[in-house]
């Protein structure tokens, strides 16, 4: 069984950074592509950026420029670096792997 723990969330105010963590078990990590989610109050979850088991990347339009999704596959674990961060950027993300398994989440709260 999967287990993804993020951490990293908080409360920061506009114009700041965060960096997010996601740590997986098991020992697909390395051959898997990771995503990170997130979704605002009253809104669907939405994809913020994946990036693939050979390291290819992608954003949404929204995280382009500012958000920059990494992976330490010796660590099991996946980054998202958060910068410029907007009060719209508010929400719990979430780390998927593979598109199967989903961690608890971590809130993002930014203050303007």
């Known amino acids: 069984q999967v287990q993804l723990v993020e951490s990293g969330g908080g409360l920061v105010q506009a114009g700041g950074s965060l960096r997010l963590s996601c740590a997986a078990s098991?020992?697909?990590?390395?051959?898997?592509?990771m995503g990170w989610y997130r979704q605002a109050p009253g809104k669907q979850r939405e994809l913020v950026a994946y990036i693939t088991s050979a390291g290819s990347t992608n954003y949404a339009d929204s995280a382009k420029g500012r958000f920059t999704i990494s992976r330490d596959n010796a660590k099991n674990t996946v980054y998202l670096q958060m910068n410029s961060l907007k009060p719209e950027d508010t929400a719990v993300y979430y780390c998927?792997?593979?598109?199967?398994?989903w961690g608890k989440g971590t809130l993002v709260t930014v203050s303007s």
């Open positions: 998927n792997q593979g598109g199967n398994y």
């Open positions: 098991g020992r697909i990590f390395s051959t898997v592509f």
